[in-house]
């Protein structure tokens, strides 16, 4: 993980976020019914601090990070930009903010205009987006390019690039721009193994020193080593939120999204009641009364005091947190 100095002060602050689609409603059979995707998503992201959202597709976490940039509404909660409330601005209200946050796209090749030169697409975003003089914004370009490796491939068209290469150009458009807050899609996504990290650098290494990121991956190995907190999502929540080097994954659902062994991940049933992971669960048979099957569990503090915070939202794990403080309540009470 690359060390970045970090402050308290909220660059992102999702609050209760949610968002459904209406499914249905086009013929008399298939009545219209809304489903969720985010369903009360808390999110803070400080200055300085790179935070993971994990989880396999359909479990919210590109959803959340599209509604957290305005390229999505909420349907319900609160979205907060440093400090200013985002969600339900006009475009014309959110433009001369907009480019302080900013995305990676997951489809780099997309991303690009296969017209444009590495150097034609930084010099335009700098010019059209950043509203740099053309001199300053070709000099700003190339120095981008440089430290990102592709100044030698200025005249590339994006056929021509590697993927990898692409990618390092949808990252210079954005970290030219001096960002607040870059939210990434995959970024890495369709590269080799040994791609991967290289990228990573290259995005986490040329962050603005007080920005703040927010990768969204299925590679669990890319939030262990590059990110300083890691929220796992199943099903539209965030089911455990964690300090990969100060704990190990609780929740019976991170514990096999973060095992390389695990083999078919179960996916958690998005409509159920109680626990969306009880269908599956290895756990829920400890837990009595069936309350995993009637309740659904809300996130609660599972570490000790002075640790990092790590929250998971399971009633197993909330257990056996609790039961782990007896012995001591216990001890202190037969000394007594
Ligand atoms: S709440 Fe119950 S079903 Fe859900 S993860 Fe925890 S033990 Fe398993």
């Known amino acids: ?11 992102v ?11 249905g409603g086009a013929f008399p059979w298939s009545p219209r019914r809304e489903v969720y995707a985010v369903a009360g998503v808390n999110l803070q992201v400080r200055e300085g601090e790179v935070v993971a959202l994990v989880g396999q597709s ?14 999505e509404e909420p349907s319900g909660g609160e979205v907060w930009l440093d400090g200013a409330r985002w969600d339900g601005l006009s475009e014309r209200a959110r433009r001369p903010s907009r480019v302080r946050f900013q995305y990676v796209p ?15 697409h930084v010099v335009e975003t700098l010019t059209v987006l950043g509203g740099h ?7 700003r370009a190339m120095a981008m390019l440089e430290r990102l490796g592709l100044a030698g491939r200025r005249d590339a068209l994006p056929r021509e690039m590697s993927g990898g290469e692409q990618r390092r150009v949808t990252l210079a458009r954005v970290l030219a721009l001096e960002p607040r807050l870059v939210v990434a899609d995959e970024p890495t996504s369709g590269l080799d193994p040994d791609r991967r990290g290289s990228v990573l650098e290259d ?18 190995s890319e939030a262990r080593d590059w990110c ?3 929220l ?9 939120e964690i300090d990969l080097h100060a704990a190990s994954p609780q929740h019976p659902y991170a514990r096999v999204l973060f095992d390389p062994w695990s083999g078919p991940i179960p996916k958690g049933q998005l409509q159920a009641e109680g626990c969306p992971f009880h269908g599956d669960c290895p756990d829920a048979s400890g837990v009595p009364g069936g309350r995993c099957r009637a309740e659904r569990p809300e996130l609660s503090l599972v570490s000790a005091a002075g640790a990092a915070p790590h929250w998971v939202a399971c009633h197993a794990a909330a257990r056996a947190a609790a039961s782990a403080l007896l012995p001591e309540a216990d001890g202190a009470g037969g000394a007594a």
């Open 1 to 11: 993980m690359i060390e970045r100095p970090r402050t308290d002060k909220l660059v």
């Open 13 to 23: 602050d999702l609050r209760d976020l949610r968002k459904t689609f209406t499914l």
């Open 58 to 71: 359909g479990s919210g976490k590109t959803t959340v990070s599209r509604v957290m940039l305005g390229l």
């Open 106 to 120: 997951q489809d780099a090749m997309g991303a690009l205009d296969p017209q444009q030169s590495a150097l034609e």
């Open 133 to 139: 003089p053309p001199n300053e914004a070709h000099d």
């Open 203 to 220: 995005l986490i290494g040329n962050l603005p020193p007080k920005a703040a990121c927010v990768l969204v991956t299925h590679d669990m």
């Open 228 to 230: 300083h907190r890691v």
């Open 232 to 240: 796992a999502m199943l099903a539209g929540r965030v089911i455990e």
